[in-house]
């Protein structure tokens, strides 16, 4: 079993993805069971609404309060084990998903009556297909906000601002949360409402960025050693569509990946050249030490030595472009599994194991998809 060192910060970043955040829970619970409960967690959308219930809960119950939320809002829809094969699967899913469409998640949101196109430009309702206000009552329920604002863990949400498009973070290390903060980070338009908060009105996070890793990366603290789990819901790389069928899944794939392993590679090489600037200063002569300019390139702050770990969703052949919207209790369980899985195969491998004899301020680990995509395959074939 895995424990982190005594000076290793341990954070979660949550992509936002809607009914894929199943897999951030299982992971979430699999990390917990081996020691890597969160110091610091950030997140958008349903990476905020997960984010909430860990930092909100404390470490013997927060998984328990992630299954309680996710039982909840997947309890509209029957329990059915379809035929295992792709074709039923895929009608399985997108009856599920047309179901949530039309009669919504419960504890999450619930479709207007009357919908929002035959309401008055104005009118309350008009400006979103569901009512997200039964959300708010369930998160006063199962998280804890004393704790979430006072406690031991952290916690970052990104929204966007309406009237001026530009992200804002709202962090409970400078500001009291609460549950309108979390609600503004998931209120992707037009299917949810916008959220007031002190006067400004709110969109999901996902709009700008679905990943906070920047955020958490720009605002390191004082730790020495940070080990980030970089849980994901969309994969960038993926096959080229084969029919319009196809499409819709892949767009989402690519416009809400957020480019992760390129900013990951980009903020590892950034780290590298600071590095090689401050064993250049120390070449200088002591007369070009003092320059402006040689000063200039070097770090002011010291900066932890960083262990980012991705962990991927890594979607079934027979989920489409609905996959972030199908909340049936089949497909939440199995996205809950492959977030363990995906824990389990990470924390035993070799190059986990030996991460601190790694050369370099930020090693980056990817070690889960080949077996992932190797027991999927197999799993569709029976």
Known sequence: MTRKTDREQTVLVLQGG????????????????????????????????????????????????????????????????????????????????????????????QPRVPPAPMRLPGQEGADSY???SELRETLLELVDFDR?????TRLSIGAVNVATGNMTWFDSARETIRPEHIMASG???????????????????????NTPLKYVLDHPGDSSEMCIFQIDLFNAKGPVPQS?????????????????RFNTEMMKRLHQQREAAERLFKKLPKELQNDPDARALLCEDDEPDIAI????????????????????????????????????????????ENRHKSEGRIGIYDLAGDRWNRHRTAKEAK
């Open 18 to 109: 809607g009914a894929l955040g199943a897999y951030q829970a299982g992971a979430v619970e699999e990390l917990d069971a081996r020691g890597h409960h969160p110091d610091w967690v950030a997140g958008i959308s349903i990476g905020a609404i997960n984010a909430a219930l860990i930092a909100g809960n404390p470490p013997e119950t927060c998984v328990d309060q992630l299954r309680a939320f996710w039982t909840r809002i997947t309890s509209n829809t029957a329990y059915l084990t379809p035929l295992k094969f792709n074709t039923a699967l895929t009608v399985f899913n997108n009856i599920s998903a047309a179901a949530t469409m039309t009669t919504g998640a419960p504890g999450f949101f």
């Open 130 to 132: 569901y009512d997200t």
């Open 148 to 152: 979430l604002n006072n406690g031991p």
């Open 187 to 209: 209120a992707l338009p037009p299917g949810f409402p916008a959220v007031e908060i002190d006067g400004q009105f709110y969109w999901d996070g996902g709009l700008v960025s």
């Open 244 to 260: 319009v069928w196809d499409i819709e899944s892949r767009v989402k794939d690519i416009r809400y990946s957020s480019r992760t």
């Open 309 to 352: 770990v991705h962990l991927i969703y890594r979607q079934a052949q027979y989920e489409g472009g609905s996959k972030d919207y199908e909340f049936s209790r089949n497909s939440m369980l199995d996205r809950w599994a492959a977030g363990r899985e995906d824990v389990m195969e990470t924390l035993t491998h070799p190059d986990w």
